[in-house]
Protein backbone atom coordinates (compact mmCIF):
# COMPACT_ATOMS: atom_id res chain seq x y z
CA UNK A 1 0.00 0.00 0.00
CA UNK A 2 1.06 3.22 -0.88
CA UNK A 3 2.34 5.74 1.78
CA UNK A 4 0.08 8.49 2.76
CA UNK A 5 0.94 12.13 1.74
CA UNK A 6 0.20 15.06 3.31
CA UNK A 7 -1.61 17.78 1.63
CA UNK A 8 -2.39 21.26 2.60
CA UNK A 9 -4.76 23.15 0.45
CA UNK A 10 -4.28 27.41 1.43
CA UNK A 11 -7.17 28.93 1.21
CA UNK A 12 -6.27 33.10 0.29
CA UNK A 13 -9.33 33.94 -1.35
CA UNK A 14 -12.56 35.81 -0.29
CA UNK A 15 -15.30 32.94 -0.81
CA UNK A 16 -17.38 34.54 -3.36
CA UNK A 17 -16.70 36.59 -6.77
CA UNK A 18 -14.01 34.07 -8.05
CA UNK A 19 -14.21 30.22 -8.35
CA UNK A 20 -11.18 29.44 -6.08
CA UNK A 21 -12.85 28.97 -2.90
CA UNK A 22 -15.54 26.44 -4.41
CA UNK A 23 -12.77 24.73 -6.59
CA UNK A 24 -10.65 24.60 -3.21
CA UNK A 25 -13.41 22.14 -1.70
CA UNK A 26 -13.95 20.22 -4.58
CA UNK A 27 -9.99 19.32 -4.78
CA UNK A 28 -10.04 18.62 -0.89
CA UNK A 29 -12.83 15.77 -1.28
CA UNK A 30 -10.95 14.52 -3.71
CA UNK A 31 -8.01 14.15 -2.30
CA UNK A 32 -9.96 12.87 0.91
CA UNK A 33 -11.82 10.14 -1.20
CA UNK A 34 -7.83 8.88 -1.81
CA UNK A 35 -7.09 8.83 1.51
CA UNK A 36 -4.19 11.76 1.97
CA UNK A 37 -3.57 13.65 4.86
CA UNK A 38 -5.59 16.49 4.17
CA UNK A 39 -5.56 19.52 5.81
CA UNK A 40 -6.57 23.06 5.12
CA UNK A 41 -5.19 27.01 5.63
CA UNK A 42 -6.95 30.00 5.91
CA UNK A 43 -5.12 33.19 5.34
CA UNK A 44 -5.43 36.88 3.83
CA UNK A 45 -9.23 37.03 2.43
CA UNK A 46 -9.23 33.23 2.81
CA UNK A 47 -10.61 33.81 6.26
CA UNK A 48 -14.00 34.85 4.82
CA UNK A 49 -14.51 31.33 3.47
CA UNK A 50 -15.18 30.68 7.62
CA UNK A 51 -17.32 32.89 8.45
CA UNK A 52 -20.76 32.31 10.32
CA UNK A 53 -23.77 33.31 8.86
CA UNK A 54 -22.98 33.65 5.50
CA UNK A 55 -26.15 34.65 3.01
CA UNK A 56 -25.56 34.39 -0.73
CA UNK A 57 -28.92 34.45 -1.63
CA UNK A 58 -28.80 38.43 -2.67
CA UNK A 59 -25.46 37.34 -5.17
CA UNK A 60 -27.47 34.99 -6.45
CA UNK A 61 -24.61 32.36 -5.81
CA UNK A 62 -24.52 28.77 -4.15
CA UNK A 63 -23.56 28.92 -0.14
CA UNK A 64 -21.01 26.06 0.14
CA UNK A 65 -19.82 27.01 3.23
CA UNK A 66 -21.77 24.23 4.95
CA UNK A 67 -19.57 21.59 2.81
CA UNK A 68 -16.72 22.52 5.50
CA UNK A 69 -18.77 21.11 8.33
CA UNK A 70 -19.15 17.78 6.21
CA UNK A 71 -15.24 17.43 5.94
CA UNK A 72 -14.80 15.68 9.20
CA UNK A 73 -16.68 12.73 7.77
CA UNK A 74 -13.90 12.39 5.39
CA UNK A 75 -11.03 12.83 8.30
CA UNK A 76 -10.41 16.19 6.95
CA UNK A 77 -10.11 17.54 10.76
CA UNK A 78 -7.24 20.44 10.40
CA UNK A 79 -8.47 23.74 9.68
CA UNK A 80 -5.81 26.17 10.45
CA UNK A 81 -6.54 29.35 10.43
CA UNK A 82 -4.00 32.21 10.31
CA UNK A 83 -4.59 34.47 13.81
CA UNK A 84 -2.75 37.32 11.66
CA UNK A 85 -4.74 37.76 8.70
CA UNK A 86 -7.98 37.27 11.29
CA UNK A 87 -6.98 40.39 13.13
CA UNK A 88 -6.12 42.40 10.06
CA UNK A 89 -10.01 41.82 9.08
CA UNK A 90 -11.24 42.69 12.66
CA UNK A 91 -12.57 39.20 13.08
CA UNK A 92 -12.41 37.34 15.42
CA UNK A 93 -12.53 33.07 15.95
CA UNK A 94 -15.57 33.99 17.42
CA UNK A 95 -16.99 35.21 14.04
CA UNK A 96 -16.34 31.55 12.66
CA UNK A 97 -18.76 29.11 12.01
CA UNK A 98 -18.45 25.95 14.54
CA UNK A 99 -16.76 23.29 12.89
CA UNK A 100 -16.07 20.45 14.29
CA UNK A 101 -15.96 16.51 14.13
CA UNK A 102 -16.16 13.12 15.90
CA UNK A 103 -12.87 10.97 17.47
CA UNK A 104 -13.43 7.89 17.35
CA UNK A 105 -11.02 7.23 19.66
CA UNK A 106 -12.80 8.96 22.53
CA UNK A 107 -16.33 7.29 22.08
CA UNK A 108 -16.90 10.20 19.82
CA UNK A 109 -16.20 13.10 20.93
CA UNK A 110 -16.54 16.12 19.41
CA UNK A 111 -13.58 17.99 19.10
CA UNK A 112 -13.21 21.63 17.07
CA UNK A 113 -11.27 21.25 13.60
CA UNK A 114 -10.69 24.94 13.20
CA UNK A 115 -6.69 25.85 14.81
CA UNK A 116 -5.87 28.96 15.27
CA UNK A 117 -1.85 29.76 14.62
CA UNK A 118 0.19 32.64 14.02
CA UNK A 119 2.17 33.49 10.92
CA UNK A 120 5.63 31.33 12.02
CA UNK A 121 3.78 28.56 13.09
CA UNK A 122 1.48 28.36 9.87
CA UNK A 123 4.89 28.47 7.46
CA UNK A 124 6.29 25.60 9.62
CA UNK A 125 3.39 23.44 8.90
CA UNK A 126 3.02 24.51 5.32
CA UNK A 127 7.08 22.89 5.42
CA UNK A 128 5.98 19.84 6.78
CA UNK A 129 3.73 19.25 3.85
CA UNK A 130 4.29 16.98 0.55
CA UNK A 131 2.37 18.78 -1.45
CA UNK A 132 0.99 22.60 -0.90
CA UNK A 133 -1.96 23.69 -3.44
CA UNK A 134 -2.79 27.02 -3.21
CA UNK A 135 -6.28 28.94 -4.20
Known amino acids: MAQKKKFLYLNRKAPHGTIYALESLEVVLIGAAFEQDVSLAFLDDGVFQLMAGQDTAAAGMKNFSRTFKALGDYDVRKFYVERESLAERGLKVED ?3 ITYE ?8 KPSIHLVGRAELAAI ?7 LSF
Open 126 to 132: IAEQDVV
Open 103 to 110: DENEDYAE
Open 96 to 98: LMP
